[in-house]
């Protein structure tokens, strides 16, 4: 599997951004997608996952803020984040979980005060 992360960028507080994540290669034996993130010197965190079945989580500290949707036809995953605050700056990973878990590449988001 393949995953290719697209749409970080520069945004002020307040404002919004939407990731995707295209994924590629063995995507049925795929049972969840999700988002990490990860700031130097800090572990990767969980932001938010999506299960094939549409079954969605979040962090508590994105929680009303972001929305992980999908796009089978597409195979890809959004990550849209409204409100955004200068703590989401990071560099958000996408990932597969499956038979094995997968990483795409990090995209950076940095949100401004």
């Known amino acids: 599997v393949q995953l290719q992360a697209s749409g970080g960028g520069l945004v002020q507080a307040g404002g919004s951004l939407r990731l995707s994540c295209a994924a590629s290669?063995?995507?049925?034996?795929?049972?969840?997608m999700g988002w990490y993130r990860q700031v130097p010197g800090n572990q990767r965190e969980l932001v938010a996952t999506i299960t094939g079945l549409g079954n969605t989580f979040y962090a508590t500290s994105v929680q009303g803020r972001f929305t992980i949707s999908k796009d089978n036809a597409k195979n890809t995953v959004y990550l849209q984040m409204n409100s955004l605050k200068p703590d989401d700056t990071g560099v958000y990973y996408c990932?597969?979980?499956?038979?094995?878990?997968?990483w795409g590449q990090g995209t950076q988001v940095t949100v401004s005060s």
């Open positions: 290669g063995s995507i049925l034996s795929i049972n969840v």
């Open positions: 990932n597969a979980v499956g038979t094995y878990t997968y």
